[in-house]
């Protein structure tokens, strides 16, 4: 188009310049010659002429002057003896109008040439527009096809090998160890080691905007690779070899949770069987980390309205038991049906939480401001009666629920606070209630003596508290450095021995009542690892309550001791400085999580009462957890980390004397989360 315009622009300015070459010029200062006289009659008047062809009708060639001599002498070549003719103005105007017809003509060729080529442009520009709607309607097709099924999760494979878990102490008075195996009995046999494996799928189904579907199933959970061999008959018609073995049972798949989800104008509507996570997650724990094993789950029915001044409300019900239940005598009502619901167990659920969003809380930091968050939650749990006994054990139903008179109540906090480089999180939860009667079940009343019923049916107390806190501070460029500090209580029970975290163990202590029929047990004893703490041996005396806390099991805090002898934090304190060091830096900071880091962590434990630890001492030990992680770009997860615990008194056994010794642990993981 611009060579078009050019072209013309060319024509017009040539036209303009032979219009000025073929317009006479006068001279200033110089008069006008005489026009030649008109030859005579008798002579004949030839034609003028062309300067180039020499045809007729243009003007001649210019004479020499030898031959303008001649035509004088010659009186017979009159016409030619002559001066040459000029062209006359109405011959130039005629040249001029042609030319300046040709070069309009051709400026209107030009022109149509480059309205053409304008359409073939403008079209050619609608062409793409279109095109260009097309392919945008199909990225969003593509992409509603997409986000309509949004699949996570992850792949963890996960080794571990122990060395002297039981720490050479030998077995409490009730005759358990502090850790299971090893079995055989080799007196320098003190290693085991396994693999576990899990995949764990968590999609997401959008079924529009406001509708979408969570799904949650663990495939091959946490199945030991090794195990379940396929095994057939080798060394004789009855004894298999499993060393030979090439196949293995089918796995299972485990699907733990479904819920859906609903935006309405007025809030937020869920539903289903989910999981929970609350504050650092000390009592609710989802279990959504890499190197968790347990985690909560809720069959629910929550609304949040929309937030009213920054803050979130959400009221929850929970479906915590639901008794006895059939489906008919043969299946006929095709589904389970609940048979009473005076032996259900529900939860009632209050959460008020004033969370910012990740885009605020870096706006914020980066403006040097406070980032302040909270949240408290109320929860009420009640149950008048319980099912004690499978319904398919034989016998009437009535016989297989007991009155309980359950009632809970678990008020949660929390608290954040971020500023520049430093975080602190806080979070204190407690576990206020009662049980009306502790009984195994229903018994007559006539079977036993009215002290025996007495102590039956008396009720027990609890009153259980817990928290932790976190606090880091980040050094260096990009927060490469990371220095932090933990500390995490949870309430004893004074007078009650051994840790309370397996109250099924049958301990050592005092026997307990029971009515006929009912299982025979004791309470734990002294010097007992675990085991339960209520004692109704006496009418007096006794101990009619259950104060120890125990942490979410999900809330892992160290390798050996916590995790993996006591299975929890419970009766104790810990305190647990650490660092670590990423060299390429943290996201916080402007990295990109990705690469090497480093960690070490110290972590000092011990009871709040000295009858609650085997060795009836307060210090626990100390345990010294180091690692190494890496992280990839595309989410490949790999670490390697070492535990080593020095036990203290507290873990040492009373009968015999024995003082416990060094135990070590060595994790390795890999994972892919997506």
Known sequence: MLRSLFLAAA?????????????????????????????????????????????????????????????????????????????????????????????????????????????????????????????????????????????????????????????????????????????????????????????????????SEDLSIYFQADILDNILLGSSPATDAYLDPFTPISLLSTRRLAGTVDVKRVWAKVNTQLGELVFGRMGYHWGLGVLHNDGNCLDCDFGDTYDRIAFSPREIKGHRFSLMFDLIAKGASTTGEKGELGRSVDLDTLDDGYRLGLEITHVDTPEEIKRKLDANQWVINYGVVGDYRTQPWDTVVPVNSGGSLRSQVVQRQGKFYQPDGFLSLKRKKWRFDLEVAFNIGSVG?????????????????????????????????????????????????????ASGDKGAFGFGARPWRNGSGAAQPVAPGQQPWNTAGRGDIDGGHLDFSSPNGGHSRINNFMFNRSFNVDMILFRNLITTVTSAWYLKPSIRYRPTGRRTGGGDDTGFEIQFAAIYSQAWYPENTPGLAKALGLEFNAGITYDTSDRLHAGLAYGLLLPFDGLRNTLPALSPSVAHALRMILAIPF
């Open 11 to 207: 024509l017009t300015f040539s036209a303009s310049a032979a219009e000025a070459q073929t317009t006479p010029t006068r001279k200033s200062g110089t008069k006008p010659k005489k026009p030649a006289q008109n030859p005579p009659a008798t002579d004949e008047q030839t034609p003028s002429t062309s300067t180039k062809t020499g045809e007729q009708g243009t003007a001649a060639a210019p004479s020499t002057a030898g031959s303008g001599v001649a035509a004088q002498s010659a009186p017979a070549q009159g016409a030619s003896s002559a001066p040459a003719p000029t062209t006359t103005p109405s011959q130039r105007t005629v040249d001029q109008e042609e030319f300046r017809r040709q070069v309009m003509e051709e400026v209107r060729r030009e022109l149509q040439k480059m309205k053409d080529e304008v359409k073939q442009e403008t079209a050619w520009v609608e062409q793409d527009s279109q095109a260009r709607v097309q392919d945008s309607e199909a990225v969003d097709s593509l992409k509603q096809r997409v986000n309509l099924f949004q699949p996570h999760g992850y792949v963890r494979m996960r080794g571990e090998f122990f060395y002297n878990m039981r720490l050479s102490r030998g077995a409490d008075p009730a005759g358990f160890q502090l850790f299971p195996g090893p079995i055989i009995g080799a007196a320098d046999n003190k290693s085991q080691s396994d693999v576990n494996f899990r995949f764990r799928f968590e999609p997401t189904l959008a079924v």
């Open 437 to 489: 009667t502790h009984q195994q079940t229903e018994f007559d009343p006539s079977t036993v003596t009215a002290e025996v019923a007495s102590l039956l049916t008396k009720p027990v107390n609890f009153f259980q508290v817990g928290g932790a806190m976190q606090t880091d501070v980040a050094l260096l460029s990009a927060d490469a450095l990371l220095f932090g500090l933990e500390f995490g209580a």
